[in-house]
């Protein structure tokens, strides 16, 4: 291999470099044996970046940079691919890794790579650490025809990058270093997402100055010159999710209108998670000495601050700036940046442009999060001990001895008090009025460790309260890693210059809020984006319900997203204008449908609604319109039997759930477990738990008797759907193996598995989908602990059966004038660019929470997920498959849930059951049928 020259280190030493054939770990370089004695260097097993910052404290800097250029000057790594070289060392140092690169994706997943020394990932944060992207827009803001402003079009800058690699976990927001042995290491840089390489540096570590070292050197020159600038007017962002926002509380903030929404300020709870950041281009009237001024809002994390990276032309100017606190206020107020005294640092800068860039740090949060962290793990340790003695559902008559059947409760209940104080005194010197409460949830925790060491008899009838407060604190901590701020100006005056602040009187704020309260009178807020005069537009309704099922606060922002990509690409490209209306569709949809006042088309409608349309004959049969052929390969053939009654398709599926199976990874490897692959698999995991006093949860619900039906070979009903087959013996086994779960293997009929999720008592459990989107963003505390994987299935002769029902949401075309044209904007809908389009854009807004389960098959391959989660979830969704509707589908649903329970709570016989009630749900399909003329021919 040919050996490419590099800097040579202070010593005089160069480092050599090999493209290809790195040398094994333990390799030793030819000035190896005249390197001084080793320090102490970090085990090569993976462990937390701070264990191993702390193993590797020991180990001096390195003194000089060190340049790995890619061959031929750029390296082009597909996912998974890695760039390697081998670097030869004099001695040991610490080092920064700087990567110049170009990300290849443009779908707005942030690129990511993975750092391996010699084969191996030095600490748990080196996998997956994401590389900066900048985000840009034209700055012009769009309005529709009522005044309200639209968020520009973002794209992302196709240039190259350089970074220094950081970890924005919640536990170490900082650069990270590498520690690295004299002699020879094998480094690899490995791509999560394709991207281009063109270089990589070592660079040692580099000390900033503090404020008072810098300002020593400056001019003494004075300057009244001031410059505001708009926070909303930013230059460029890391992140496309953070937004400019509309705030109406304060007449003060700019610009404002009581009658339209303007975008007057940027950031909120969209800029929130650390490494993202935003730059702004200020344009300095004179060479000068400036203060920095802020206003701003935090009225998102009560009590505790926000806090923020300040880089002047991509610099940071003094150590002070490297986490810059915005107290709480739930009101707008002015920061201007100055010591513990109140003394505003001051800032040399030269005329012209200059970038001013605030990026999200954890700041001083930073001292004690990763001990919350610690703590929390901690107590549930310590609580799944005590419950693998005692039983979740525990008999508090019964004497338990702990001392004896857990010798290291004590000791552990001990140290974690001490965790606990020492976190709490931390967080007490950040908080100030309002932040109460973590501080309240700690000390209860730390009053009642103290109840369990003095009286440890006690402890089971103080469980229960316990466990909230484990649950309480870790909500908490999930909170306090998020550092929102919503600024709306930002001041740059010289030194000279008078301190001026924006401010309203209370006469002006009730006269402003006044005028708010008459506009809502005309405005119709219903309405998204352009209005148009009667009869015009394409009328199309969306639904909130079913969009909530993210957790999002409100359904105006999806609403936005989905009329922003009407009016840029459907409206454009068609010539229909379309006007599009939030409502509550469901019952509104029927009711006004057969009044003859609905809409053209209806979007993200539940599947229940269209059958019932098209029995009432106000939904459109889709199935003979033209390209629907087509259409229908754009999905698996799941989707669209919800929306099918006598051959026809009364509906285009948007949405599409399903169930999962999720379980914790510690407790199953400490366990010996692994996630089954059959119900006997499931039924001996969850025998392995239950010795334990650990529980499994599966729904009680009707989707896991159609799970266990399917898998057997059965239907609830037969082609035609005229008769209900829940008598024939798939059937009966079936509904025979769904209350065995309860009323044989004990499985809990009512739990919360989210709660119980996260605290371990209940490690594996299957629940829909979107449960992932849940664990991932409100229970960071549990990252790399868990997994998702197919349901349990049924062997056969064919393999294992996974099948199962589904749930989803579609899009309605009613019929009328307009159907044609409605059904152009239900095809556009569907269609792969427009269901990723809403999908990114969706995620890119509200964040993994909001992760938009598509049922359009090319659209899903685009979303955020990993390689490892969109295999394992196309795997089931292969096999997943639907119950069609009929006009008693509501009444089949009903006997279910009672026969459920009559099995269960009455001890009845499960076939005799099934046998009764499959007499009422087939005389209630015949009168339906009869309502609506449907019989085998036509049903």
């Not at 929390?376 to 003695?389: A, L």
Request: net charge negative; aromatic share 10%; hydrophobic share 40%.
């Amino acid at each position: 291999m040919n050996p490419f020259c590099l800097r040579t280190t202070a010593a005089g030493a160069a480092a050599a470099l090999l493209l290809a054939g790195a040398p094994a770990a333990g390799a030793e370089g030819a000035g190896a044996a005249e390197a001084p004695a080793e320090p102490a260097l970090p085990s090569t097993a993976a462990t937390a970046y701070l264990d191993y910052a702390a193993q590797a404290a020991g180990v001096p800097d390195g003194t000089e940079e060190i340049i790995l250029p890619a061959p031929g000057g750029e390296w082009a790594l597909e996912a998974g691919e890695r760039a390697e070289w081998t670097v030869s060392l004099p001695q040991a140092g610490r080092y920064r890794l700087s990567l110049t690169y170009l990300a290849q994706s443009r779908d707005g997943q942030a690129p990511a790579v993975t750092v391996l020394l010699n084969g191996e990932a030095p600490f748990e944060q080196s996998g997956g650490l994401e590389l900066d992207t900048v985000w840009m827009d034209d700055g012009v803001t769009q309005t529709d025809n009522r005044g309200n402003q639209l968020q520009p079009d973002a794209w992302e800058e196709a240039g190259s990058h350089t970074m220094v690699l950081r970890d924005n976990s919640t536990v170490h927001d900082g650069e990270l270093f590498l520690a690295l042995p004299a002699g020879e290491t094998a480094l690899a840089v490995e791509a999560v997402q394709p991207l281009i390489l063109y270089e990589v540096r070592l660079l040692p570590s580099a000390g900033t100055p503090a404020y008072a070292e810098v300002s020593a050197a400056y001019p003494s020159v004075r300057t009244d010159a001031v410059l505001e600038k708009e926070a909303e007017d930013l230059a460029e962002r890391s992140d496309a999710a953070i937004r400019r926002q509309n705030d109406q509380s304060d007449p003060s903030v700019s610009p404002n209108s009581p009658r339209s929404l303007l975008l007057n300020t940027v950031g909120g709870s969209s800029w929130k998670q650390p490494g993202q950041s935003i730059t702004w281009r200020l344009e300095v009237p004179e060479d000068g000495l400036y203060t920095l001024s802020f206003r701003y809002r935090q009225d998102l994390v009560a009590g505790l601050p926000s806090f923020r990276r300040l880089l002047i032309d991509g610099e940071l100017p003094f150590a002070e700036m490297q986490a810059v606190a915005f107290p709480y206020s739930s009101s707008w107020r002015t920061l201007t940046l100055a010591d513990g005294q109140g003394e505003p640092y001051q800032f040399y800068l030269e005329q012209g442009e200059h970038a001013l860039t605030l990026a999200v740090t954890l700041g001083d949060k930073g001292d004690f999060l990763p001990a919350m962290e610690e703590s929390i793990q901690f107590m549930n340790e310590i609580y799944r001990d005590i419950i693998m003695v005692t039983g979740v559902n525990i008999d508090i008559n019964r004497d338990f001895d702990f001392e004896e059947e857990l010798p290291s409760l004590l000791p552990d209940l001990e140290a974690l008090r001490e965790q606990l104080t020492a976190t709490r005194e931390r967080l007490g010197q950040l908080q100030s009025d309002g932040g109460d409460q973590a501080s309240s949830v700690l000390g209860d925790i730390i009053r009642q460790i103290d109840e369990f060491l003095k009286r440890p008899s006690r402890i089971p009838e103080r469980l229960d309260r316990f466990r909230t407060n484990i649950s309480t604190l870790s909500d908490i901590f999930a909170d306090m890693q998020e550092q929102p701020l919503e600024l709306d100006l930002i001041v740059l005056a010289g030194n000279a210059a008078e301190p001026v602040e924006r401010r309203s009187g209370l006469l002006e704020k009730l006269w402003f809020r006044m005028q708010i309260v008459a506009y809502s009178f005309v405005q119709d807020y219903s309405a998204i984006g352009s209005v148009y005069g009667d009869g015009e537009p394409l009328q199309v309704w969306i639904n909130t319900g079913d969009i909530l099922s993210t957790g999002v606060a409100s359904g105006r922002d999806q609403a936005q997203i989905l009329k922003d990509q009407i009016d840029e690409d459907f409206s454009v490209s068609t010539g229909i204008p379309v006007e599009l209306t939030l409502t509550s569709v469901g019952d509104s949809l029927m009711q006004a449908s057969l009044s003859g006042v609905g809409p053209d088309a209806a979007v993200f409608v539940p599947e229940a609604t269209p059958v019932n349309l098209a029995l009432r004959e106000v939904a459109a049969d889709l199935s003979g319109k033209e390209g629907f052929e087509e259409i229908r390969e754009w999905f698996y053939p799941s989707a669209l039997i919800p929306y099918t009654l006598g051959g026809g398709v009364y509906a285009l599926p948007e949405t599409q759930s399903f169930y999962m199976l999720f379980y914790r990874t510690d407790i199953f490897e400490e366990m010996g477990l692994a996630p089954p692959e059959t119900w006997e698999d499931f039924l001996d995991v969850t025998a392995a738990l239950q010795k334990n006093n650990l529980e499994v949860g599966v729904p009680e619900n009707q989707a896991v008797f159609e799970m266990l039906l399917l898998q057997h070979g059965g239907a609830v009903f037969n082609d035609s759907v005229t008769e209900v087959t829940l008598t024939t013996p798939e059937s009966i086994a079936a509904f025979t193996q769904w209350t065995d779960l309860y009323s044989q293997y004990g499985l809990p009929l009512y739990f919360d598995f989210f709660n119980r999720f996260r605290s371990g008592e209940m490690p594996m459990g299957i629940a829909a989908l979107s449960f992932y989107n849940q664990v991932a963003i409100a229970a960071p505390e549990l990252r790399g602990l868990w997994r998702m994987a197919p349901v349990p299935g049924t062997a056969g002769e064919g393999g294992v059966n996974r099948a199962q029902s589904a749930s989803g949401t579609g899009v309605v075309v009613l019929k009328g004038q307009r159907e044609d044209d409605a059904y152009r904007f239900a095809r556009w809908w569907v269609g792969a660019e427009t269901q990723y389009a809403f999908g990114q854009e969706l995620e890119l807004l509200m964040g993994t929470a909001a992760r938009y389960h598509t049922a359009n098959r090319e659209a899903f391959e685009k979303i955020a997920w990993t390689q490892e989660e969109r295999e394992v979830i196309t795997r089931q969704w292969e096999q997943t498959t639907d119950i069609p509707q009929s006009p008693a589908s509501y009444y089949i649903s009903r006997s279910l849930t009672n026969a459920f329970r009559a099995v269960l709570y009455n001890q009845r016989n499960p076939r005799e059951t099934m046998l009764r009630y499959n007499t009422d749900m087939q005389k209630e399909l015949e009168r339906k049928n009869e309502e609506f003329g449907l019989s085998a021919g036509n049903a």
